[in-house]
Each structure stands twice: as C-alpha cells, then as structure tokens.
C-alpha cells in the first residue's frame, strides 16, 4: 500500500495549481479559494444540529456537483474508471448530485481507486461531516469493510483516518493513527456502536483536536454516526504538527470480484 497519497507539491501550490486548472477548463477561472481566508458559508439547519464545536471557521462545504471544484481536487488512482457525479434521489441532504467511487476488480491489492482532496491551512482542531453510503453488492476484504476519509499531518509524521471496520456486514466506523508513538492503532467506539450495513446512507462526523502542549497526552478524537456518539477519546498524542489535508481515499485490502461503489453526499469541513 502507498501510504504517501499526496502529490509531490506545498499546499499552497496545490491551491495555485487548481485555480490555473480549472480556469483553463471552464474558460474563466472560478472565485479565488483561499483556505486561510475562507469564504462565509451559510448555516443550514442539517449543520446547526451537528456536533461541531463553537469557534470553528468554516473551511469547505462541498455539495459534490463535480468530482472536483469548491477547493476539492481529484486523480485516478488504481480504478480503471474515472470516479463520477451521478443523480440520486435518496441523497439525504443536497440531491439529486452525489459522488459515486468506482471499485474495479483489476484493482491493485491495497491501493485506493481514486482520491480527492482538499488542502487544509496547518490547523491543529478540525471537525467534517459526510453523508456515506456502500453499494448493495459491496464486498468487504478480511481487513475490513475499507479505508474512508483521511486526515494527513506534514510528510513523514503520518495519517488518521475513518475506518468501516469488520469483515462483514454489520460493519463499525472506527478510527487509525498511523504515527508515533502508537505505530498503527485502531481506535473503536467506547460510547456506542452504530451498525453500518449496505445500500443505506449514513452521515458521519469527525472531530480531531491536538495535544495542549507536545506529549500532553490530552489529544482528543470523537466521531458519531448518524448522531450518535460512537467514540470520544480524551488522551490521544499527535505527532510534532498539524494538519496539512483532508482527503477521501477509499481503500480496500482486496480489489472486488465485481464493480462496487462508495457513495459520498455533501461533504462539510471546518478548522481553527
């Protein structure tokens, strides 16, 4: 599995690079995006009834109209398709878009059909939600049901990220560092456990807040699943920084014997 997913560029030239390419594509270029100036971002009443925390700056609120744009870019990785934006009527807050991932079954063991990401200003709090939902044929691998979202610290410090845990059905959202000093760890619901089953949305939220000072040991990671506090961890040590991405790289340890989809619904991400 390759573990380093971003491209060999600085956030901030990712940023200049996807302006310039989308001003090329559409013919004129889109509102700058600044994600240290982030612009107003209307409060719904599906956001006031999350879980984010009080004082965190909107950074991206992607209702998926494209698989990229809004601040988001995209590449295939081990698919032989191209990841789509397709009409479903069950979306469950901004339909009828939503993004469909295409899994293929000439994948490559432990690598992701395809990623999209957005670039974060180094924050050290960050909370996403996003609607999910798996195909009704989906095959899990003896891993787990697959890899969800990412969150990505400087280069060589490591990753975290959302997890469909299980090898079958009904799975468990659970959560894996990936740096020192727990080397790979998966954190499992310890409040409740929210079954995830297929063919169903479910919204997810992700809230990660680093250490007070470096080896505090006061870290904190809490997720719930469709409301429902799965998780709430007070203790977590974070490596020396912050957080530089937030992406969704869906992986699965063993490709499928048939095309599968993951389903992505409005995406949403704040940070301080």
């Given amino acids: 599995m390759t573990l380093q997913r971003r491209p060999p560029s600085t956030p901030r030239s990712l940023i200049l690079v996807f302006v310039a390419a989308l001003a090329c594509n559409q013919g004129a270029a889109p509102p700058e995006y600044n994600p240290l100036q982030p612009t107003a971002i209307s409060r ?34 081990a698919s032989s398709k191209d990841a789509q934006v397709i009409a479903d009527a069950t979306a469950p807050f901004s339909p009828p878009n939503v993004l469909r991932i295409v899994f293929t079954p000439d994948m490559r063991r432990d690598h992701e059909p395809s990623v999209h990401w957005m670039s974060l200003p180094n ?5 996403s939600a996003w609607w999910i939902k798996l195909s009704a044929n989906w095959k899990a691998s003896p891993a787990g049901g697959g890899k969800i979202a990412f969150l990505w610290a400087p280069s060589g ?4 990220y959302s997890n ?19 080397g790979q760890k998966f ?14 949305w479910y919204r997810i939220e992700w809230y990660t807040k680093w250490e007070s000072a470096r080896g505090a040991g006061d870290g904190v990671m809490r997720w719930w699943v469709d409301g429902a506090l799965n998780g ?37 991400v704040s940070a301080r």
Avoid at 188 to 200: Q, W
Avoid at 242 to 268: K, N, R
């Fill in 44 to 77: 719904t009443p599906a956001m006031a009834s999350s879980h984010e925390s009080p004082g965190l700056v909107p950074i991206n609120d992607q209702p998926w109209d494209g698989v990229m744009g809004n601040g988001w870019r995209y590449l295939r990785r």
């Fill in 123 to 127: 924050v050290r709090e960050a909370y």
């Fill in 157 to 160: 410090q490591g990753q975290v």
């Fill in 164 to 182: 469909i845990g299980g090898a079958g059905a009904p799975h468990r959202i659970n959560i894996n560092t990936e740096w020192a000093p727990y």
């Fill in 187 to 200: 954190w499992e619901p310890n409040v409740t456990m929210t079954p995830v089953d297929y063919d169903r």
């Fill in 232 to 268: 709430d961890y007070r203790d977590v040590r974070f490596p020396g920084c912050c957080f530089l991405q937030f992406e969704f790289a869906p992986t699965l340890q063993v490709p499928p014997s048939a095309e599968q989809h993951m389903y992505i619904d409005h995406t949403y």
